[in-house]
């Protein structure tokens, strides 16, 4: 008798745990996600976690689904994945102006900052969204906290992105937009190499200089770059600006002034 004895109590041990377990998961606070009731696995950063409806439906681009779950709960437009995205970081990635733009009339914060120190900025220009972006720097998003690795990273994605725009805005807020970027590249530099020739223009306005060039980065000046990549249009606008095809001495570096204006 004892083998069925010890089989009843392992019955009784697993029908408690799993009333437990039933018990804590409706305890659970209905967020973005809804934690285990096992230890957690460690997922880059963080825990092992149950999809609830918002991520599901977030993963899915599925905007109606996520109006309505989130119109049911007022509280989810502020609720996080487990890497600290929230639904518009989400809707920023993917693009999508009206559903951002309705989540920020819903009480969404624009300027919320997620692990490694991305934001719905970032992770928009990241992605080419520039129509996002747009519409984000318009609404008050903070351009000097859009990426963990550097001050000037949106600058350089638009300067490459060819947007103009952008940059103007940028620069009306505030954002130095001569400044180098990590590797020491330029905004004129930048352009000149993807060769958009009218922000190398804007660039020449903001007091950049034709021999700008990337000081950590080897030694090529905006012209040099632009010839290298075969952008002629761009040379000749340069050269015609004092730019020269000789390679400097010593690393170039940044010139410009603070930008003024728009």
């Known amino acids: 008798h004892y083998p069925l004895r010890r089989q009843r109590q392992m019955c009784i041990r697993d029908s408690t745990r799993a009333g437990a377990a039933a018990a804590a998961r409706s305890r659970a606070p209905s967020g973005y996600h809804r934690p285990k009731t096992k230890e957690p696995v ?5 825990w092992d976690h149950e999809q609830s409806d918002l991520e599901r439906a977030l993963n899915a681009e599925d905007w109606p689904q996520v109006r309505a779950i989130i119109e049911a709960d007022p509280a989810l437009t502020s609720s996080t994945s487990w890497r600290g995205s929230t639904p518009i970081m989400e809707a920023a990635r993917a693009g999508n102006v009206e559903m951002v733009t309705w989540l920020l009339a819903h ?3 624009v300027n919320h900052k997620a692990e490694p120190g991305t934001t719905a900025l970032s992770e928009a220009a990241l992605m080419s969204r520039w129509d996002v972006v747009y519409t984000l720097l318009r609404n008050g998003a903070d351009p ?12 350089q994605m638009a300067a490459r992105g060819g947007e103009l725009n952008v940059l103007r805005e940028l620069n009306k807020l505030g954002v130095d937009l001569t400044r180098a970027a990590g590797d020491g590249t330029t905004l004129i530099v930048a352009a000149a190499g993807a060769g958009h020739l009218e922000i190398v223009r804007y660039a020449l306005e903001l007091g950049q200089s034709a021999n700008d060039g990337r000081a950590l980065v080897g030694s090529h000046t905006a012209t040099l770059e632009a010839a290298n990549r075969g952008h002629f249009e761009v040379v000749s606008e340069l050269l015609a600006r004092g ?8 690393p170039a570096r940044g010139s410009g002034e603070p930008a003024q204006g728009g």
């Open 42 to 46: 460690p997922q880059y950063g963080g």
């Open 144 to 155: 000097t906290v859009s990426a963990a690795s550097g001050y000037n990273d949106i600058v």
């Open 107 to 109: 009480g969404a914060d």
């Open 243 to 250: 730019g020269t095809l000789r390679q400097p001495a010593t």
